[in-house]
């Protein structure tokens, strides 16, 4: 069975580090272009990060790029997102996903976990 499973979320302050961490199973991360969005509440889905399947090449959202790094473990299907410099915006629930494609990503995942909950607050 097909399943993500993501950890790491939690409360942070402004200008502070995180790390998210997202287990793939039954699927290989090869396979699929992979990476991470959020939704805050009343906020629609926003892209974080994807790897393309066609080209492993980082695609990052204008807000997160230069913040946020993404890394893969392709052989233990082993996800991460590096976060650093957080800012309130960017509380939000964050969804490791897995899908066809980068732009599709977030409206059209094939995969997606749980979701786990980064709050940054003062």
């Known amino acids: 069975q097909e399943q993500l499973v993501e950890s790491g979320g939690g409360l942070v302050q402004p200008g502070d580090s995180l790390r998210l961490s997202c287990v793939g199973s039954?699927?290989?991360?090869?396979?699929?272009?992979i990476g991470w969005f959020r939704q805050a509440p009343g906020n629609q889905r926003e892209a974080v990060v994807c790897?393309?399947?066609?080209?492993?090449?980082?695609y990052y959202g204008d807000a997160v790029k230069d913040r946020f790094s993404i890394y893969v473990d392709a052989a233990n299907n082993i996800l991460g997102l590096q976060m650093r410099d957080l800012k309130e915006d960017d509380t939000a629930v964050y969804y490791c996903a897995a899908g066809k494609s980068c732009p599709l990503l977030t409206s059209e995942p094939r995969y997606w976990g749980q979701g786990t909950q980064v709050t940054v607050s003062s």
């Open positions: 039954g699927f290989r991360f090869d396979d699929y272009s």
């Open positions: 790897i393309s399947s066609d080209d492993r090449l980082a």
